[in-house]
Structure formats: C-alpha cells, structure tokens
C-alpha cells in the first residue's frame, strides 16, 4: 500500500487593490482548474437552470449575454447588488491537481499458479466539463452528442444542461460550478497472470 497527501497554499500574492475579500487567493491552494487552455480559480456560483420566464424576471440581471431566456443557467449575485457580472466570481480551492495520490496491490501463488494484482486513484481533484460539452464539429462549434440533453421545456428539471442556441451563449459558458465534476478516481491498473512449469533435464 501507499499513500501520499500533497498540500499547498498561496501565502502571499499581488493583488489588485480593493479586491473584495472572497475573490482573495491568499490562503487558497496553489492549484487550478485548466479551462480552454488557462488556469482558473475563479468560478460564479451556479444555482441551476432558469425553468420559466418568471424566475428569469425575479432573478438579479445577468450581464454575460443579451437576453436571458429560460434555460439558461442562474447564478448567485455574491454581492447583493441585483446584477450578475465580474464582480460575481469567487475564489475556490478548486484545482486539477489531486491532493491524495493512492495505490495497493497483492501478490498472491498456490502450486505453481501466481497472480499480481495493481490498483491506484486519486483524491481532491476537479475537473470541468465546459470544453466538453460545449464544442462540436460544426462551424459553430456546438453541436455534440451531449446536444440531446440539453434543456427544453419538455425536459424541464431533467435536462442535464442548458439550452441551446447558436448565437448569444456567453451567459452558459462562463467558468461557472455548474460545469465543474469531480476527478477523483480508482482503477485496476494491471493484472498478471503466471504459471511456473517445471521442466526436468
């Protein structure tokens, strides 16, 4: 068997100044999430799928896209101020890099016969789903296999992601939780079988 735990944690960082307190990386862990090629830590909170056009009118104004339509997703408004925009992002411990690496494995002979067995996994790590699901072959980019769950009236609080449309999408592909899964893991890494054969000379 082993083990390892790998901590880390920012303890100093330059910052813009007047930085509200929860987009603060100071004390968070030094890793990210890698989105489209960059490294993110920040992430607006997602609170699901909008169902009906009433929720979309009760909820804070989102600023990522031009109209916000049921199915799209809604976000939590961090800061209370009936918008939802930059200043709606938080920083998380979210991060690619998994904090406990594990392994076991058995060595097992019975006349003549011997079996090796090798698991390992990982712990703490996450992942997002964003670069997955919205991308496709089109020209658009967009259309997938992952295209017929996306929300419709219809499916309602079944879908699995948001609507969809060609056009005006910025409100759905923002780094958001929404898209974020976990990359933890455990898997049968190698198996061997063995039979020693005794040849008298």
């Given at each position: 068997?082993?083990?390892?735990?790998?901590?880390?944690?920012?303890?100093?960082?330059?910052?813009?100044?007047?930085?509200?307190?929860?987009?603060?990386?100071?004390?968070?862990?030094?890793?990210?999430?890698i989105q489209g090629g960059?490294?993110?830590?920040?992430?607006?909170?997602?609170?699901?799928?909008?169902?009906?056009?009433?929720?979309?009118?009760?909820?804070?104004?989102?600023?990522?896209?031009?109209?916000?339509?049921?199915?799209?997703?809604?976000?939590?408004?961090?800061?209370?101020?009936?918008?939802?925009?930059?200043?709606?992002?938080?920083?998380?411990?979210?991060?690619?890099?998994?904090?406990?690496?594990?392994?076991?494995?058995?060595?097992?002979?019975?006349?003549?016969?011997?079996?090796?067995?090798?698991?390992?996994?990982?712990?703490?790590?996450?992942?997002?789903?964003?670069?997955?699901?919205?991308?496709?072959?089109?020209?658009?980019?967009?259309?997938?296999?992952?295209?017929?769950?996306?929300?419709?009236?219809?499916?309602?609080?079944?879908?699995?992601?948001?609507?969809?449309?060609?056009?005006?999408?910025?409100?759905?592909?923002?780094?958001?939780?929404?898209?974020?899964?976990?990359?933890?893991?455990?898997?049968?890494?190698?198996?061997?079988?063995?039979?020693?054969?005794?040849?008298?000379?």
């Amino acid at each position: 068997v082993n083990y390892t735990h790998a901590q880390s944690e920012i303890l100093a960082l330059n910052q813009t100044a007047g930085l509200p307190s929860y987009q603060n990386q100071v004390g968070v862990p030094i890793g990210s999430v890698i989105q489209g090629g960059n490294y993110i830590k920040n992430f607006l909170q997602a609170d699901g799928i909008f169902q009906t056009q009433a929720e979309v009118d009760a909820a804070p104004v989102q600023r990522f896209s031009g109209i916000t339509k049921p199915g799209d997703l809604k976000y939590k408004d961090i800061n209370s101020d009936g918008v939802i925009d930059n200043l709606d992002f938080v920083t998380t411990a979210y991060s690619d890099v998994p904090t406990d690496y594990f392994g076991f494995g058995s060595n097992m002979s019975y006349k003549g016969f011997d079996i090796s067995i090798v698991f390992q996994g990982v712990k703490g790590r996450t992942i997002q789903i964003n670069d997955l699901i919205n991308s496709g072959s089109n020209s658009n980019g967009y259309i997938n296999q992952f295209s017929a769950d996306s929300w419709t009236v219809a499916k309602g609080t079944s879908a699995l992601y948001p609507r969809m449309t060609l056009t005006d999408r910025g409100n759905n592909t923002q780094n958001s939780t929404f898209w974020l899964r976990s990359g933890d893991f455990i898997r049968l890494k190698s198996v061997e079988f063995g039979y020693i054969f005794l040849i008298k000379w």
